[in-house]
């Protein structure tokens, strides 16, 4: 039937599944380019790609480490990033989902901002912020300020009048409301909306580190390109779905922790 789950092992079993067969469907592609072109370098074998994960996992000419140096620069940007994003996105729905004036104000630019694309806008990102840490922090947060913006809004909106009618009747001042009515209705599907965030705000991060980073996975997957050396781009791009699913995960935990009753499906 239509949505009916399935038991934890038979859905574990299915992911496992979905893995394997990514890899053996590589490892064939892989296998025919090499019988084509022994020395091909765009579809790299597995050992190819063992020689590109040592490659940045040990120091280069310089004492470096590729994989260290990349992962502190855009760790940071994405972290700040996200927390601006993040903040400023929750309080502008609040402040909009609210107060009537300020939803009549900020309405019409915050929904033709969300319509954006923020990797066409990097050359206006270079004019007002430069070419450094300002600039990957401000793209990354204005990218997904709209969207939790809007989200957090029409969650508000969502709410039904009985219940905040209710709220009044019992003595509730409008602060109260807005904090044990109005908030934890919209915590959930805004940690949602977050999740939904974090795939476009590496996009927007790795976009413009691949335009003017010195440093970190954009520039350096542009760097290997250019030198055909693939064996570090596929491992890199797979750390990178590796650190989002990770803050997927870890979003998802903090749901069930704190919205109960939302992953329980009382909504």
């Known amino acids: 039937m239509i949505g009916r789950p399935i038991s934890r092992p038979k859905g574990v079993l299915l992911s496992v599944l979905s893995v394997l067969v990514l890899l053996v469907g590589y490892s064939w592609v892989s296998h025919r380019q090499h019988q084509v072109n022994p020395d091909d370098t765009t579809i790299p074998s597995w050992g190819q790609l063992a020689e590109g994960v040592k490659k940045f996992t040990q120091p280069d000419r310089k004492g470096e480490r590729w994989l260290i140096e990349d992962s502190l620069a855009t760790g940071e940007r994405l972290a700040l990033g996200l927390a601006l994003g993040i903040v400023f996105g929750f309080l502008i729905g609040m402040l909009m989902g609210c107060i009537a004036p300020v939803e009549a104000f900020l309405n019409p630019p915050i929904s033709m901002l969300a319509k954006v ?3 066409a806008a990097l050359a206006v990102y270079f004019v007002f912020f430069g070419t450094g840490m300002e600039m990957f922090v ?4 204005f990218g997904i300020i709209p969207a939790l913006a809007v989200t957090v809004y029409l969650s508000i909106k ?3 009048s009985e ?3 209710k709220a009044y009747t019992l003595g509730a001042s409008a602060f109260e409301i807005a904090i044990e009515v109005v908030f934890k209705q919209v915590l959930p599907k805004f ?5 939904l965030s974090i795939g476009p705000a590496i996009v927007f991060l790795i976009a413009a580190e691949m335009v003017v980073g010195d440093v970190g996975f954009g520039y350096r997957i542009r760097l290997q390109f ?3 050396n693939m064996n570090v781009v596929y491992p890199y791009l797979a750390i990178l779905a590796g650190f989002g699913f990770m803050l997927d995960y870890g979003l998802r935990a903090l749901q069930a922790k704190v919205c109960p009753w939302y992953q329980n499906g009382i909504k």
């Open 117 to 119: 694309p923020q990797t």
């Open 138 to 141: 401000a793209m990354i947060s």
């Open 158 to 160: 969502d709410i039904p």
């Open 163 to 165: 219940m905040l009618d």
């Open 191 to 195: 940690i949602d909306a977050v999740r």
């Open 226 to 228: 250019k030198l055909t």
